[in-house]
């Protein structure tokens, strides 16, 4: 079982940059494929970023290409994902998720999931 904590949410302007992070229960975070999802009211459960264990592959949602760069600490079981130039579109509740295999983008793939951090992009 691995326990996931994001935090970094918040209320930002249009233009604005927030950083989330999600901490990672498990000794063995390092590995582990890491990944950041999103869901907006109404609306599915969005791929937005994941880094490979080493950080050697790291792939974006074509959203967010640009403009959100994801990281790792693995002495620090921790997963970042920067956001810049946010946008009134990027509102939604940001999940943090891990997996044992390649990074996809397909939702069901993946292991643990986060509780979730509000992100609210104002115009």
């Known amino acids: 079982q691995v326990q996931l904590v994001e935090s970094g949410g918040g209320l930002v302007q249009a233009g604005g940059s927030l950083r989330l992070s999600c901490a990672a229960s498990?000794?063995?975070?390092?590995?582990?494929?890491m990944g950041w999802f999103r869901q907006a009211p109404g609306k599915g459960r969005e791929f937005v970023a994941a880094?490979?264990?080493?950080?050697?592959?790291?792939y974006y949602g074509d959203s967010v290409k640009g403009r959100f760069t994801i990281s790792r600490d693995n002495a620090k079981n921790t997963v970042y994902l920067q956001m810049n130039s946010l946008k009134p579109e990027d509102t939604a509740v940001y999940y943090c998720?891990?997996?044992?295999?390649?990074?996809?983008?397909?939702?069901?793939?993946?292991?643990?999931w986060g509780q979730g951090t509000q992100v609210t992009v104002s115009s």
């Open positions: 880094i490979s264990w080493s950080g050697g592959m790291i």
């Open positions: 998720a891990t997996s044992s295999f390649a990074p996809t983008v397909v939702a069901g793939r993946w292991d643990y």
């Open positions: 498990s000794g063995t975070f390092s590995r582990y494929t």
